[in-house]
């Protein structure tokens, strides 16, 4: 079974704080993707790596760095966190297969919360 | 990326009942995917549609891949209790040549018994 972990399943910060959030998947997946999820927003791509110590913006990564030094690591690097990133972040990963078949799993979340 | 249109947006059913969602998008799509959240989880896949026409089962679960590659149903048949969580749909549009998947906003299921 593919596994996909995320370090902390619940995160409090307070504003102006620098917030790592981890992810390590154990399939030697090349894939690697971050989410944040809202409630009315479904699930939005904030960024995602194809390779190692690649990456490639989404569709909201403003306010957001990631980090891929590792195949089966993937960190989502808040730099000055603010309110409106409060939120459930989720990670998935998935093979890198032709055609562009990408069936992407999922870790639990981290609920983050920024006072 | 487009967001996908998910119906219904909830479902408020009995136990034993049948369920039917779909998702539909304005381009071709490669791949649909369907996924389930319980709270405070992520989401698991259920099944993956890779051709079009495909239908496909697991358990009281069927979904199948439209014939215009444009849109996917998934069915629960005999709905029970732990059935319960937000269903997902989400898909990768052929004119897609990267990684990420688009994801419908998501069906809220509840089944009471």
């Known amino acids: 079974d593919v596994k996909v972990t995320q370090s902390s399943r619940y995160l409090v910060k307070r504003t102006g704080e620098k917030v790592f959030l981890e992810c390590v998947q154990d399939?030697?997946?090349?894939?690697m993707f971050w989410y944040r999820q809202d409630p009315g927003l479904g699930l939005r791509l904030i960024y995602f790596s194809y390779d190692v110590k690649m990456k490639e913006k989404g569709d909201i990564p403003e306010g957001y760095s990631v980090s891929r030094e590792k195949k089966e690591r993937f960190s989502l690097i808040l730099e000055s966190a603010s309110t409106n990133q409060t939120s459930m972040y989720l990670c998935?990963?998935?093979?890198?297969?032709?055609?562009?078949?990408?069936?992407?799993?999922f870790g639990p979340g981290t609920r983050l919360t920024v006072l | 990326g487009q967001q996908l249109n998910q119906s219904p947006q909830s479902m408020f059913i009995q136990e034993g009942e049948d369920v039917s969602m779909n998702c539909t998008s304005s381009s071709i799509f490669n791949t649909w995917l369907w996924y389930k959240q319980e709270p405070g989880e992520g989401p698991v896949l259920l099944i993956a549609?890779?051709?079009?026409?495909e239908l496909t089962s697991n358990g009281r679960l069927t979904a199948q891949f439209g014939i215009t590659r444009k849109d996917s149903f998934l069915n629960i048949s005999a709905s029970i209790p732990s059935d319960v969580g937000i269903y997902f749909c989400a898909g990768q549009p052929r004119s897609n040549s990267g990684y990420a998947l688009n994801f419908g906003k998501g069906t809220s299921l509840l089944v009471t018994p």
């Open positions: 549609l890779y051709k079009a026409g």
């Open positions: 399939m030697d997946h090349e894939n």
């Open positions: 998935a990963s998935s093979f890198d297969l032709s055609g562009g078949l990408d069936t992407q799993y």
